[in-house]
């Protein structure tokens, strides 16, 4: 059983940062696929950024160039640096894994934007 806590969420002003951090614990293969995504109420949960365990790294076109996510094997750790954010990224942030057949996700950490 593999589980994920999420912190680093809250308010902050357009064009500031946060990092958000994803904890894994439990059993977790060496081969796996880890992400961030971004619910707001009344849409459905999108995918931010995914990271392989091999290194592929993927980013939706609304964060590319803004957001870096990276992974720490050993620590069992995510991370999703956020710089000059936006309005719109705001949300409920879940951390996620894939591996060995199974989906595992957190519960989530809210990031509001405004000013």
């Known amino acids: 059983q593999v589980q994920l806590v999420e912190e680093g969420g809250g308010w902050v002003q357009p064009g500031g940062s946060l990092r958000l951090s994803c904890a894994a614990s439990g059993s977790i293969p060496s081969f796996n696929v880890m992400g961030w995504y971004r619910q707001v109420p009344g849409e459905e949960r999108d995918v931010v950024a995914v990271i392989a365990s091999f290194g592929m790294k993927r980013y939706a076109d609304s964060v590319r160039g803004r957001f870096t996510i990276s992974q720490d094997n050993a620590k069992k750790t995510l991370d999703l640096q956020m710089n000059n954010l936006k309005s719109e990224d705001s949300g409920v942030y879940y951390c996620?894994?894939?591996?060995?057949?199974?989906?595992?996700w957190g519960n989530g950490t809210l990031v509001t934007v405004s000013p």
């Open positions: 996620r894994i894939v591996t060995d057949g199974k989906d595992y």
